[in-house]
């Protein structure tokens, strides 16, 4: 199945830093979708993209559908403990299946 | 949050016996998924469902079943659970008007002895 590259893999920050990562793939995607998972939960969906070049915020949180249409971006501002968990990125495609990233693991240093 | 619940939460089995897991929805979406979640291998699809009696394949089917016979519920079955079945199992739900959101139930963390 198809897989996005997600990167980085991991990051470790200390509190107050933004924090960037993205996610590329090889096909055109309709829509992008970012997820926060905490341990032992279920993902949660942050932000929805549905049109190139878009860029939406939520709170810290700011999420742009690449031009290409083959790559998303999250950015988040002056993050804080709460931030630490894995983060996926999600395309899809078409008809209603979503390809997932292999998630950035984010550790916030207080 | 969406309404999705899954059950069990956890379980743990034998080698060769059935399982079903179970995820019911409160949200009227359409299209319902099973994924399973494993280290180095991110979420990947076992089955959905695009309606009522309709499902389909995903990448990691062999060895699960599944069935819809409400909107609301959507079974996962293992008709012989082997070890390498031992993971957190993840349901799904999209399909709201115009726009293509998935979201996600709390996981079933099955483990296969």
């Known amino acids: 199945g198809q897989q996005l590259n997600q990167s980085p893999q991991s990051m470790f920050i200390q509190e107050g830093e933004d924090v960037s990562m993205n996610c590329t793939s090889s096909?055109?995607?309709?829509?992008w979708l970012w997820y926060k998972q905490d341990p032992g939960e279920g993902p949660v969906l942050l932000i929805a993209l549905y049109k190139a070049g878009e860029l939406t915020s939520n709170g810290r949180l700011t999420a742009q559908f690449g031009i290409t249409r083959k790559d998303s971006f999250l950015n988040i501002s002056a993050s804080i403990p709460s931030d630490v968990g894995i983060y996926f990125c999600?395309?899809?495609?078409?008809?209603?299946?979503?390809?997932f990233g292999t998630g950035t693991s984010l550790t916030v240093i207080p | 949050d969406a309404g999705i619940t899954q059950s069990p939460r956890h379980k743990v089995t034998e080698t060769g016996t059935p399982v079903t897991l179970r995820c019911h929805q409160t949200?009227?979406?359409?299209?319902m998924y099973w994924y399973r979640q494993d280290p180095g291998h991110g979420l990947r699809l076992i089955h959905y469902s695009y309606g009522v009696k309709d499902t389909d394949k995903g990448e990691v089917s062999d060895g699960y079943s599944v069935s819809r016979s409400k909107t609301e519920d959507f079974l996962l079955t293992l008709e012989s659970a082997t070890s390498s079945q031992t993971s957190v199992y993840f349901c799904?739900?999209?399909?709201?008007?115009?726009?293509?959101?998935?979201?996600f139930g709390p996981g079933t963390r099955l483990t296969v002895l």
């Open positions: 949200e009227n979406h359409r299209y």
């Open positions: 999600a395309g899809q495609l078409n008809g209603n299946q979503f390809y």
């Open positions: 799904a739900i999209s399909g709201r008007a115009d726009y293509n959101e998935q979201f």
């Open positions: 096909s055109i995607f309709n829509t």
